[in-house]
């Protein structure tokens, strides 16, 4: 398909289609789960779609008005001429046109059900309030800028290192196309400042602030090759326990004692890269209607903790039988096979100027034949069952059933 039909194509998937529509595949085996007493575990389509449901609308309506902007429409026709260059752009382009894996439009929708699930305050004021949807308006726009800031992160990601030595075969080209990712990203991230500010609280604005820290600190954990794509640290003979977690969410983690251990540098580079904007995001929302500082925090852990599942759930897929191609060095499986067999990381290591030297089959083999994959299901397991935990301290009501159902589909 060329780009200009992707283009055309592009505001109508993003009204029409579920926002995951292709997260997993389209049915699912019926099974038990100790998660939910139904004997058929949810379809992810169906509870994507039915959650969009209960909030009013689909959450891709929530961009619409940036999608249609000139703005933006200029950026599109940009992307053409990067067509057959090679730029990383391209690849985050294509998977927001076709709703990919890590789709950010998912992220509002939690935010609202997190919202009409909790309720609010009487105190709020009558016009404050969005009847159709249960939520409030202050809220609804908070969901906007949790997704804005995403594919802001998600598009700023994009750049090249064009530094000596680096080489490139086509360097006009891949400078235009560092310039639309630097860019865009600055033109929705701005858009989402604004949009922050115009809520008129301070307090909001200070913790969504330390959510885009932390999505900024995640791209300088090291170590990185040239492209700073990220490698895992050097496993450490002994896993030590970690417990910055548990402390003020508003205070910078400490990076230093968690690299090396498997199970907390995973925690570590994923609460920063993603577990801390959406537990923000959540904990804000709560914060919007008025309800009290400890409900605010299992907020906070609720989206970290689902998060880190949904993070978990992705990390397992590139092992799969009969995948082929890249993945996360990163990953939860990889972690995990290195702090188990620490002999691995000679071909890690192979990467450390350019991770496209890195044998992958070699190290998909090493995950596949160790206990990488089973303490990945477990992993996800735990944060599935604490983001349950939270969620069951809320009112029974059908966005908290939405939530439930969303957790139980991510599992296997």
């Not at 968690?258 to 904990?283: D, I, M, P």
């Amino acid at each position: 398909m060329s780009l200009s039909k992707c283009s055309f194509n592009f505001v109508r998937k993003r009204i029409l289609a579920s926002p995951l529509s292709v997260y997993t595949n389209s049915s699912r085996k019926s099974g038990s789960s100790s998660l939910q007493a139904n004997t058929k575990k949810p379809d992810w389509n169906r509870a994507v779609s039915e959650a969009e449901k209960i909030v009013g609308y689909p959450t891709s309506f929530l961009s619409l008005r940036w999608l249609l902007s000139d703005e933006i429409a200029n950026v599109a026709l940009q992307l053409r001429k990067l067509v057959g260059s090679n730029h990383p752009l391209l690849k985050t382009a294509k998977g927001l046109l076709y709703n990919g894996k890590n789709n950010m439009q998912a992220w509002g929708l939690i935010v609202l059900l997190v919202s009409k699930a909790a309720g609010h305050s009487p105190d709020i004021p009558e016009m404050e309030e969005d009847k159709s949807a249960g939520v409030l308006h202050s809220q609804r726009a908070l969901a906007e800028v949790t997704e804005m800031i995403r594919t802001s992160h998600l598009v700023h990601k994009g750049l090249v290192n064009l530094q000596p030595p680096i080489k490139v075969d086509a360097p006009g080209d891949m400078i235009s196309g560092n310039k639309i990712a630097l860019l865009s990203g600055d033109y929705l991230l701005s858009n989402s400042c604004v949009e922050l500010a115009n809520l008129k609280n301070q307090e909001l604005v200070e913790l969504m602030s330390s959510a885009v820290r932390d999505l900024a600190e995640a791209e300088f954990v090291e170590p990185r090759d040239v492209q700073n794509a990220p490698l895992p640290a050097k496993p450490k003979a002994e896993a030590r326990g970690y417990n910055q977690f548990v402390d003020s969410n508003m205070e910078p983690l400490v990076v230093s004692e968690a690299l090396g251990n498997a199970r907390a540098e995973w925690t570590l580079r994923h609460v920063l890269n993603a577990g801390s904007l959406l537990g923000k995001s959540c904990q804000g929302t709560l914060k919007l209607a008025g309800h009290s500082y400890e409900l605010q925090q299992k907020g906070y852990l609720f989206g970290k903790h689902l998060a880190l599942a949904w993070q978990a759930c992705l990390d397992r897929e590139p092992f799969t039988p009969g995948t082929v191609g890249s993945f996360s060095l990163i990953s939860a499986p990889v972690l995990f096979t290195l702090q188990h067999n620490p002999e691995v990381y000679t071909l890690i290591e192979k990467g450390l100027d350019e991770i496209e030297k890195v044998d992958f089959e070699a190290v998909r083999k090493a995950v596949l034949d160790g206990p990488g994959l089973e303490m990945t299901k477990n992993l996800q397991k735990d944060h599935s069952k604490a983001a349950l935990d939270v969620l069951n301290e809320l009112r029974d009501c059908d966005a908290r059933t939405a939530l439930r159902n969303i957790i139980v589909a991510v599992q296997d």
